[in-house]
């Protein structure tokens, strides 16, 4: 089972998407094992985003990361990280297939609505940065029987 961190995006709290984003991780068969909301401050913006500090859009995605608030999580299933990233789409919500979170819910790159890691390593990171292990629930599901073949 792999971890992954995904994260509805200020502009997605605003919209009132958190309850769309979370049904779709959910029906998907994912298990939500962290959730909280909370307000980024610019340093954690800046070590979430530390990979894109040389570019030009960095300090506007910073301002727009600390916006508001957002909601966090820890999403768990088989290949979690490459599954989620297929549910959230494209990170240009115009070039993101319909279907998709981003394709269905966006329009433009500067407000894509969900964050979503995009390797285990940033997974890793991520959940580091948002989450104490106490944070994070291991538990069973009944249904998962359902949901895995094995
Ligand atoms: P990702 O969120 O799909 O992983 P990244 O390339 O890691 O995409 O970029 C991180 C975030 O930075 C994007 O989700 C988006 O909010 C923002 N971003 C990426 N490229 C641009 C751009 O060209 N202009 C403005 N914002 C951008
Ligand atoms: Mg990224």
Do not use: C
């Not at 959910?26 to 800046?46: C, H």
């Not at 106490?134 to 069973?140: G, M």
Request: hydrophobic share 40%; no cysteine; charged share 30%.
């Amino acid at each position: 089972m792999e971890r992954t961190f995904v994260m509805v995006k200020p502009d997605g709290v605003q919209r009132g998407l958190v309850g769309e984003i979370i049904s779709r991780l959910e029906r998907k068969g994912l298990k939500i094992v962290a959730i909280k909301m909370l307000k980024i401050t610019e340093e954690m913006a800046k070590r979430h985003y530390e990979e894109h500090k040389s570019k030009q859009f960095f300090s506007s995605l910073v301002s727009y990361i600390t916006s508001g608030p957002v909601v966090a999580m820890v999403v768990e299933g088989n290949n979690a990280v490459k599954v989620v990233r297929k549910l959230v789409g494209a990170t240009n919500p115009s070039e993101a297939e319909p279907g998709t979170i981003r394709g269905d819910f966006g329009l433009d790159v500067g407000r894509n609505v969900v964050h979503a890691s995009d390797s285990l390593a940033s997974a890793e990171r991520e959940i580091g940065l948002f989450f104490t292990p106490d944070e994070i629930l291991s538990y069973e599901r009944e249904v998962d029987r359902w949901i895995y073949e094995r």
